[in-house]
């Protein structure tokens, strides 16, 4: 199944506190909340917001998540973001 197909049978409503997968960058967030019709996400492990269309959101497959949480961790010991 395509990324497209998945995100057409997610209801366009986002709970907050749903993890999604912004298919427009490839990032994975916690659902924030929404102004309008975009939505905030937030990095797993915390950091800055970025608004997405509630078209090019998809539900985060755990592997997904699993792997942005590891990126995020390693990064903020590399660098000390």
């Given amino acids: ?3 497209a197909e998945t995100a057409h049978e997610h209801p366009q409503h986002w709970e907050p506190g749903e ?3 912004d298919t427009r960058t490839g990032r994975v967030g916690r659902v924030m909340g929404h102004v309008g019709p975009r939505y905030q996400l937030r990095p797993l492990n915390g950091g800055k917001e970025w608004e997405a269309d509630p078209d ?5 497959a755990q592997s997904d998540a699993l792997s942005a949480a590891v990126g995020e961790a390693n990064a903020r010991t590399r660098w000390g973001l």
């Fill in 1 to 3: 199944m395509s990324a």
């Fill in 19 to 21: 993890t999604a997968k």
């Fill in 56 to 60: 090019h959101l998809s539900p985060a």
